[in-house]
Nanobody, 123 residues
């Protein structure tokens, strides 16, 4: 089993920045990819960004150039730096971990989820 604990959400004005963190523990040797998903009210959960152990990354078109995903292997932690935030970025953000970033891109999230953290962007 893998446990994921997110932090860093909050309320920010449009144009502002936030950094989310997700710390993994447990059977982390089974994880090759970690990602961030988000779900806004009335919408489906969507893949925002992901990174694998090789450092390969993926971003949704809506966040390219604004968000950056990174990982600290020594701390078993993945980060999502979010800049130039827009009201449309308002959602609950979830950390996800699994075997394959490629699978996540094909609509198959990993087996492990964090509890979610709320990000609200408004004036």
């Amino acid at each position: 089993q893998v446990q994921l604990v997110e932090s860093g959400g909050g309320l920010v004005q449009p144009g502002g920045s936030l950094r989310l963190s997700c710390a993994a523990s447990g059977s982390i040797f089974s994880i090759n990819a970690m990602a961030w998903y988000r779900q806004a009210p009335g919408k489906q959960r969507e893949l925002v960004a992901g990174i694998n152990t090789g450092g390969n990354t993926h971003y949704a078109d809506s966040v390219k150039g604004r968000f950056t995903v990174s990982r600290d292997n020594a701390k078993n932690t993945v980060y999502l730096q979010m800049n130039s935030l827009e009201p449309e970025d308002t959602a609950v953000y979830y950390c996800n971990a699994g075997l394959s970033l490629a699978s996540m891109r094909l609509g198959k999230p990993g087996d492990y989820w964090g509890q979610g953290t709320q990000v609200t962007v408004r004036s």
